[in-house]
C-alpha cells in the first residue's frame, strides 16, 4: 500500500539553486496538491491540480512551480531557492476535491 | 471564501483525562469537516470527517467530533486520553459548491495535544 510517495525526503538547497520535488500516487486521484507547513501556520496550499495536465494557484504560489504530465505524478518545482522556502512540504491527493485527503510523508527542504 | 480557526494552540492534558479540541469555521456554503492527526515527523492521516446526517462522528482511536451548525463549530472530544495521543491536531473545511478551487480543503493552523504522565 504506497499510497503517496514523495521523493527527497530531506534535502539542503543553497540560495538561488533550484530543485524539484516529486509525488507520486498509486490510487488514480484526480486531484494533487501541494502545501508547506510552517510552525504556527498549519498547512498553506501553494498549488494544485483538478487532472492530468492541468494546475491551477493555491494561497501561496510565489516562487514555485508545478507540472502534471501525468495523472499519478504532481511535481513542484523551486526556480530559484530562498531562504524563506526553508519549510516542509507535503504532497497529497483526493478522488475529487472535497473528499478525504491523503498525504505524504512530507520534504523538510532548508534553504541555505 | 471558507476559513477555519482552531481556538488553542496549544493543550496540555493529563493521561485518561478528557479533552476537547475546539474548531469554528466560516463559510457561505455548506460544508464538509474534517480532522487530521499528525504524529511527529509523519504526514497527515484522518481521524474522522463530516459529509452529512448524523451531527455526531466518530472516527479512529476513540476520537469524536460534533458538527454544530447553528455555532458554525466542529470540536474534537476524546473522554480519556493516552500518552500516545500526544500529536498535532489539524481541522479541515471544504465546500460543496463549485469545482475546483471552490473545493480545496483549508486547514486551521493546528493544536499541539500532549499528553501528560
Known amino acids: 500500500n504506497a499510497g503517496v510517495t514523495q521523493t527527497p525526503k530531506f534535502r539542503v538547497l543553497k540560495t538561488g539553486q533550484s530543485m524539484t520535488l516529486l509525488c507520486a500516487q498509486d490510487?488514480?486521484?484526480?486531484?494533487m496538491y501541494w502545501y508547506r507547513q510552517d510552525p504556527g501556520m498549519g498547512l498553506r496550499l501553494i498549488h494544485y491540480s483538478v487532472g492530468e495536465g492541468t494546475t491551477a494557484k493555491g494561497e501561496v504560489p510565489d516562487g514555485y512551480n508545478v507540472s502534471r504530465l501525468k495523472k499519478q505524478n504532481f511535481l513542484l518545482g523551486l526556480e530559484s531557492a530562498a531562504p524563506s522556502q526553508t519549510s516542509v512540504y507535503f504532497c497529497a491527493s483526493s478522488l475529487k476535491g472535497n473528499t478525504e485527503a491523503f498525504f505524504g510523508q512530507g520534504t523538510r527542504l532548508t534553504v541555505v | 471564501a471558507q476559513s477555519v480557526t482552531q481556538l488553542d494552540s496549544q493543550v496540555p492534558v493529563f493521561e485518561e483525562a478528557p479533552v476537547e479540541l475546539r474548531c469554528n469555521y466560516s463559510s457561505s456554503v455548506s460544508v464538509y469537516l474534517f480532522w487530521y492527526v499528525q504524529y511527529p515527523n509523519q504526514g497527515l492521516q484522518l481521524l474522522l470527517k463530516y459529509l452529512s446526517g448524523s451531527t455526531l462522528v466518530k472516527g479512529i482511536n476513540g476520537f469524536e467530533a460534533e458538527f454544530n451548525k447553528s455555532q458554525t463549530s466542529f470540536h474534537l472530544r476524546k473522554p480519556s486520553v493516552h500518552i500516545s495521543d500526544t500529536a498535532e491536531y489539524f481541522c479541515a473545511v471544504s465546500d460543496l459548491k463549485g469545482y475546483g478551487s471552490a473545493r480545496q480543503l483549508t486547514f486551521g493552523s493546528g493544536t499541539q495535544l500532549t499528553v501528560l504522565p
Open positions: 490510487m488514480n486521484h484526480e486531484y
